[in-house]
């Protein structure tokens, strides 16, 4: 099989586009949360901020406070951990303030 057919299949196919750190020029959040998603700590970042800055300098000051990642923030999230205690550190597009539902229920 030659490579342009495979190509040619392939881009016919939809395919998830992972966007945490695309910068739509909405604001997004960066949000310390337990394991029970209660929001411990929340940085608003401005439209057009440097994302990927952002999060390194969130990681940062995680480490400083003796967390350790236990992986790569690569896909716009990472979980901490500290003496059997553990965090997730995540950017998000939306406000943890915004109690508003966030999937339709034909319940209502």
């Not at 994302?51 to 390194?56: F, G, I």
């Not at 951990?81 to 939306?94: E, V």
Request: aromatic content about 12%; proline content about 6%.
């Amino acid at each position: 099989m030659d490579g342009r057919r495979l190509r040619r299949e392939n881009s016919a196919m939809g395919r998830y586009r992972f966007t945490a750190y695309v910068n739509d020029g909405n604001p997004r959040y960066l949000v310390l949360w337990d394991l029970q998603w209660k929001a411990l700590q929340c940085q608003r970042l401005e439209p057009r901020a440097d994302l990927r800055m952002a999060m390194a300098a969130a990681i940062d000051a995680q480490l400083l406070q003796g967390w350790q990642a236990e992986g790569t923030p690569e896909y716009g999230f990472v979980f901490m951990r500290r003496d059997g205690d553990r965090r997730l550190l995540m950017l998000t597009p939306r406000n943890p303030q915004d109690h508003t539902p966030q999937a339709f229920s034909p319940f209502r």
